[in-house]
């Protein structure tokens, strides 16, 4: 059994810790899957240039996927000329 515990903060968004996943970046993620997306084949490390939002997996303390990059706004135009 895991273990997660979720924070709520209203105002500025503070650094969220190195152990710790970003809500808006899983909330964008599984938004792209709403709307058809799947996860995308790029090299998705988060030390790469390429960090696309529909990345598999979760990078804790990192806040990159809450952002859309090129490789899902091509997964888009694609799905919605």
Request: hydrophobic share 25%.
């Given at each position: 059994m895991s273990r997660e515990d979720w924070y709520l903060?209203?105002?500025?968004?503070?650094?969220?810790?190195?152990?710790?996943?970003?809500?808006?970046?899983?909330?964008?993620?599984e938004f792209g899957h709403a709307l058809g997306l799947n996860h995308t084949q790029a090299?998705?490390?988060p030390n790469n240039s390429t960090k696309a939002t529909m990345c598999l997996g979760n990078n804790p303390g990192t806040t990159y996927?809450?952002?859309?990059?090129?490789?899902?706004?091509n997964g888009l135009n694609s799905l919605y000329p």
């Open positions: 903060i209203s105002g500025p968004t503070p650094p969220i810790g190195s152990g710790q996943i970003d809500a808006r970046s899983v909330a964008a993620h090299t998705c490390c996927k809450r952002s859309l990059e090129s490789d899902d706004r």
